[in-house]
Nanobody, 116 residues
């Protein structure tokens, strides 16, 4: 099993930046990728970004390309999401995801609010 704990959410003004962190623990050897999803109030959970645990290639949703950057620290079992040029529509609960063999693990989420 894998446990995921997110941190770094908060209230930021439009145009600002935040960095989310996700610390993973447990059976790390089976992880192939980690990533971030978000869920806005009343909407479905959507993919934001993902990074391969070995190699580091990354994918992004079109809505965040050029503004968000996903990175990882394998030694610390941590994945990060640097979010720049934030917009009100980025407001959501952000969930960390780990793909462990064919199983997806989720963190409890961290709230990001973009408002002036």
């Amino acid at each position: 099993q894998v446990q995921l704990v997110e941190s770094g959410g908060g209230l930021v003004q439009p145009g600002g930046s935040l960095r989310l962190s996700c610390a993973a623990s447990g059976s790390m050897s089976g992880i192939s990728a980690m990533g971030w999803y978000r869920q806005a109030p009343g909407k479905e959970r959507l993919f934001v970004a993902a990074i391969r645990w070995s190699g580091g290639s990354a994918d992004y949703a079109d809505s965040v390309k050029g503004r968000f950057t996903i990175s990882k620290d394998n030694a610390e079992n941590t994945v990060y999401l640097q979010m720049d040029s934030l917009k009100p529509e980025d407001t959501a609960v952000y969930y960390c995801n780990a793909r462990w063999y064919s199983v997806h693990y989720w963190g409890k989420g961290t709230l990001v609010t973009i408002a002036s």
